[in-house]
């Protein structure tokens, strides 16, 4: 099935066929091995099997399979990427990454923080070397 325009639900969303367009989903998306997403998704929780081509607005937890295929930005509180999925693009995790409650407002609009940056953990032994 071939779907040209936005969808929006206020429950649940699983698609096995193609979307040319927006998907928001109050509760969850779910993308199959053969779905494919080209327009931005906005929802609570999302499984993505599939393949999608825009950004991702995920408020909890956003789940990438193996067989996933990603090419756009990423927002989300909480990420888990399966050995073999391919993600190409910006990738925001944490609370500051997720998108608003409500579903609204921007993507593009990021949270400023004074927080100095993580700094990598010293071991005191070289990489590579015994």
Do not use: F, W, Y
Not at 67 to 90: F, M, N, P
């Amino acid at each position: 099935m071939r779907v040209k325009g936005d969808c929006e639900t206020s429950d649940t969303i699983r698609i096995e066929g193609v979307v040319e367009g927006s998907v928001t989903a109050k509760k969850a998306v779910v993308i199959g091995q053969e779905g494919r997403v080209t327009g931005d998704i906005t929802t609570a929780d999302a499984k993505i099997a599939g393949s999608v081509k825009g950004t991702l607005n995920v408020r909890s937890r956003l789940e990438l399979s193996e067989t996933c295929v990603i090419d756009g930005e990423i927002r989300a509180a909480r990420v888990q990427l399966d050995d073999g999925g391919k993600v190409s693009g910006a990738l925001h995790v944490g609370p500051q990454g997720a998108a608003p409650k409500d579903g609204a407002g921007p993507t593009g609009q990021g949270t400023k923080t004074n927080a100095p940056p993580p700094q990598p953990a010293a071991t005191g032994r070289r990489l590579g070397r015994k």
